[in-house]
């Protein structure tokens, strides 16, 4: 199935301050989100990010907080995302049934998230170069577990060419310019 903006939402999982250095690739992991960020804003697609416990591991780095919407972050405990009422709630409050998840860890906070909203009846899509786990095969073996139950997994130029449809209109034209090139 494509993606679809008007049904799209996109999730960053855990991008925080005091974990991204410990991320294999940590800095392409968050150059991959920001990019996937501008192109969710040029194109009015909602955005919501989660910390887990913050006090412990920092908040959204300041590179990605200063493209998330006000009121954007959610605090969590559970590694699920899904298992914290307030996101539940804003989920619902979306009415977006396309999730595009990105995100740290791959195969802890992202994981379950990810299982979750598959088995709340999203349509759940992993973002591959915004994602990342400490070990280059946890994050490997996390997304060949994500695939093998439903989740599907894209890249960033699906993400963009998919949620733009076509070459005939002026967003097209700038979001050509400022991120596919």
């Avoid at 799209?8 to 940590?26: F, N």
């Avoid at 412990?56 to 990605?64: D, N, P, S, V």
């Avoid at 409050?93 to 595009?100: E, I, M, S, Y």
């Avoid at 998919?162 to 070459?167: F, R, S, T």
């Amino acid at each position: 199935m494509l993606l679809d903006k008007t049904q799209s939402l996109l999730l960053l999982i855990d991008m925080q301050q005091k974990l991204l250095p410990a991320i294999d690739a940590g800095n392409e992991v968050e150059n991959a989100a920001a990019w996937a960020m501008q192109v969710a804003l040029q194109l009015g697609v909602p955005i919501l990010a989660t910390e887990q416990y913050p006090q412990g591991i920092g908040h959204t780095t300041e590179k990605l907080a200063e493209l998330l919407p006000e009121n954007a972050v959610i605090n969590k405990l559970s590694f699920s995302a899904w298992r914290e009422p307030l996101f539940q709630q804003r989920i619902r409050r979306c009415q977006r049934q396309q999730l595009v998840l990105m995100g740290t860890e791959a195969h802890v906070c992202l994981l379950q998230t990810a299982l979750e909203l598959l088995q709340a009846g999203f349509g759940v899509y992993v973002l591959i170069e915004a994602t990342g786990s400490r070990q280059p095969d946890h994050k490997e073996q996390a997304l060949a577990r994500m695939q093998q139950a439903g989740v599907i997994l894209i890249n960033k130029e699906m993400l963009a060419f998919e949620w733009l449809e076509g070459a005939d209109t002026d967003v097209f034209r700038t979001v050509h310019r400022g991120w596919i090139r």
